[in-house]
């Protein structure tokens, strides 16, 4: 997160300013923190994504969407010190991913259409200001939604590409791909994404000193 506003809102205030405002902001307990841009190469990969993945799945029952739209994890409230349940809001956690899949109808978070609530997959472009956050908060947020088959994580630094993705038992499969060579599978909308289209025109920092 790159920073907080100090301001407590309510999940329904946000959601209201969020559509007038001209910065993306995360939400989560109240408070919304602005997020910050990326590099050339974080876009570029970005787009790859999201190509990659409208062109996998047309004629499909599953659609891909970028950046813009939302998506709203609800958390069950915790208690206060009295034992009475907090504002339900105040755990709820609503973030832009890079890139997001939804199979079939979409389910729109607390009925706004800006936000959804049921993604089948997400996928973070990791950069040096995002990395922790995206590998450990988001990803224990993610893991929350119910609908999530899988997480993907792309580094925009280095070739490596992180992939969680739910078993039947509920506990989650991580695959870790080093090698440009080397292709994604997601299984649960049976496709497969080259490293090579995801890092096209990528220039890493060691191959420029060559």
């Not at 787009?47 to 004629?59: H, K, M, S």
């Not at 939804?102 to 706004?112: A, I, M, P």
């Not at 590998?135 to 997480?151: C, D, G, T, V």
Request: glycine share 6%.
């Amino acid at each position: 997160m790159a920073g907080v506003t100090g301001n407590y809102y309510t999940v329904e205030e946000y959601l209201w300013e969020e559509q007038r405002s001209e910065i993306k902001r995360d939400y989560y307990k109240g408070q919304v923190y602005a997020m910050a841009g990326g590099s050339a190469d974080y876009s570029r990969i970005a787009i790859n994504l999201t190509t990659e993945l409208t062109v996998a799945l047309r004629g499909r029952d599953c659609e891909a969407f970028n950046s813009d739209l939302k998506v709203g994890i609800a958390s069950a409230p915790s208690l206060n010190r009295k034992g009475r349940a907090k504002k339900p809001e105040s755990e709820d956690f609503i973030t832009y991913p890079d890139a997001s899949v939804v199979c079939g109808s979409l389910e729109y978070y607390k009925g706004d259409h800006y936000t959804i609530a049921n993604p089948s997959l997400l996928f973070e472009v990791l950069s040096p200001s995002t990395r922790n956050y995206d590998r450990s908060f988001k990803l224990e947020q993610y893991q929350k939604i119910p609908s999530l088959q899988a997480y993907v994580m792309i580094d925009s630094e280095q070739v490596r590409v992180e992939c969680y993705t739910r078993l039947g038992s509920g506990q989650w499969l991580q695959q870790t791909l080093l090698n440009l060579d080397d292709v994604l599978t997601l299984e649960a909308l049976g496709i497969s994404l080259p490293l090579k289209m995801l890092y096209e025109r990528v220039v890493f920092e060691a191959d420029e000193e060559e």
